[in-house]
């Protein structure tokens, strides 16, 4: 009888080191590839839901203009792209009147703002008032390390605001 109790023993003793030595089952996660795809989905949601103002159709029929590539409050590395928007009227080159249409050309003006005095008069033409008066619609902008506001502004064929005046909203940006 005693070596039956010890076989008993000896074999309870067995399945107990076995069972610790034992890896424990791991849960199964979530899938690496399926974790991405949600991860990416969400982002594209989120800046789709951003841009969705820029992108819609506009209810109002213009003339706007508005910046393509930038948001206010967007932090930027220098040199930058700054592209422009315009709806509702016809983007043309300095100088150039079309009959019956309404067009104009873009200047961005920096870090200033229209003086009421300059509202009343061609817009001016320096570092701060930059005229694009080829029709461009984009540019590269180099500025120093810090604030900066921007914001689009329509000028007619000798450079002068548009009556109403087309503007785009100032917006301000951070250069690192």
């Known amino acids: 009888m005693r070596l039956v109790n010890v076989i008993a023993v000896s074999v309870f003793a067995a399945g107990l080191l076995a069972a ?19 991860t990416t989905d969400a982002v594209n949601a989120a800046l789709g839901a951003r841009d ?6 506009h209810s109002d029929p213009g003339p706007a203009v508005y910046f393509v590539n930038l948001r206010d409050g967007e932090t930027v590395t220098s040199p930058f792209r700054v592209v422009f928007g315009m709806y509702g009227m016809g983007v043309a080159p300095a ?13 961005l003006l920096i870090d200033t703002e229209l ?5 009343k008069s061609a817009i001016p033409n320096d570092a701060q008032h930059q005229h694009f008066g080829g ?15 921007l914001q689009l502004v329509v000028g007619n064929k000798g450079h002068e605001q548009l009556k109403p005046p087309v503007m785009s909203k100032k917006i301000t940006i951070t250069v690192k």
């Open 95 to 107: 100088g150039t009147e079309k009959e019956g249409a309404v067009t104009g050309h873009h200047h």
């Open 52 to 57: 969705a103002d820029d992108t819609k159709i």
């Open 115 to 119: 003086s009421d005095e300059e509202m």
């Open 135 to 149: 029709g461009q619609t984009e540019t590269v902008l180099q500025l120093p390390a810090g604030t900066h506001t």
């Open 20 to 38: 610790c030595n034992e890896k424990p089952a791991t849960p199964a996660g979530p899938d690496p590839a399926a974790l991405a795809k949600a």
